[in-house]
């Protein structure tokens, strides 16, 4: 498809190709999300696949005539202002740099706190509308988090405010945090642990896989079997255990214990490590288990917070098992349905250990809800010991 040129004004007579990520960022500076832009963009763009050329004044009409159906007066006066009148605030931080006002990362930041995609898109345009309102070009980072908490407070309840000013008080660096995130293959661990790693902003992760390569590296398979079987039929080769047929549920918790308890080593190092250092850790994998998470707690001063991720419907995990093996290594994928039935037993043994010992178990039907879960999980335990008010997180 060719380019449509978009011609300069009298004073500017150079000619440019048409841009969908330039009018992405004027409507975001316009107030709009970056989905919202993106969409618009992207629309704009289709209409003018058989226009071969167009003056920016008319580019700007037609934009303008779009927003003024879906958004309002307010949004279109800021869009043809641009360039006339600043049209985003200024965020100074506490060590002095400056940065736009980001609505899409003011609002995944209240969607990390708890609240709905909903929710968080009405509270975070209530506040930009005020700021542009007032005028002010610039404005502290610890201003913007008072205002948002009093918003918060007045319009969702004392609750919700609460949990936004922990969250909050969590990225001012107070104190580690240790996510341990557990589950059987295929139900969606490694891809929570990575969402919750971006929204918490947490460099530091580890997956007991990755650990348990390196130990099969390190120590051959004659002299550790277990170590080198995969966690599901890892039974099958247990010392004194002959009989491959008996693959029953103790036989497969049996062997799961076994390679966990190999792994526990390197996975209370990699805590620990990070508790010496005073930083945030995400450790994800199978080997994730009750036990461990016991042993955690003893020998660290950070917020540990555990979890287990679970498909709890079989035809859909399986779905998802076969799904993962468009994405990644086909023939992994067709093992776990080899021994579906296994994972499934041992995921049910999972489940009733983390149940029995008061472990989160978080749901995964939908990408989305899984996250926003896992996030309520881990903002409920930091505030399980947290006394401090807005005038000590903002003031």
Known sequence: MAKTMVKGTDEDQSNIPFLRGILTRSLQAAGLTFEEAYAMASAVRDDLADTSNISAEDLRRRVAKRLTKTHGAGVVQRYESAGIMPQTVIVRDSTGGTSPFSREQHRRMLESSGLTYENSGAVTTRIFDHLMKKGRPEISS??????????????????????????????????????????????????????????????????????????????????????????????????????????????????????????????????????????????????????????????????????????????????????????????????????????????????DEADRSGIPIIENNHRDQVVQDAMRVVVDALSTDFTLGPADVFI
Not at 309 to 336: C, F, M, P, S
Request: proline share 4%; hydrophobic share 45%.
């Open 142 to 351: 610890r201003y913007l988090g008072y205002l948002t908490y009093r918003y918060l407070q007045r319009s969702l309840g004392a609750e919700e405010a609460r949990r936004y000013l922990v969250l909050v008080d969590f990225f001012r660096g107070a104190q580690p945090l240790m996510l341990l995130i557990g589950g059987a293959p295929g139900s969606g661990k490694s891809f929570v642990a990575t969402e919750l790693a971006h929204r918490l902003e947490i460099v530091r992760t580890q997956s007991t896989d990755l650990l348990r390569e390196v130990m099969r590296m390190m120590i051959p398979k004659r002299l550790s079997p277990v170590l080198h079987a995969s966690s599901f039929n890892s039974w099958q080769v247990l010392p004194g255990r002959p009989d491959h047929a008996d693959d029953s549920d103790a036989a497969i918790v049996e062997g799961y214990k076994a390679q966990a308890e190999l792994l526990s080593v390197p996975c209370e190092a990699v805590i620990q490590r990070a508790a010496n250092e005073q930083v945030s850790l995400v450790l994800e994998g199978v080997h994730v288990e009750t036990a461990l998470l016991k042993r955690a707690q003893l020998n660290s001063a950070a917020t540990i917070v555990p979890m287990i991720v679970a498909v709890l419907n079989r035809n859909r995990l399986k779905e998802r098992i076969r799904g993962r093996g468009k994405q990644a290594d086909q023939r992994r994928a067709e093992r776990y349905l080899e021994h579906f039935d296994a994972i499934w037993r041992l995921q049910s043994f999972l489940l």
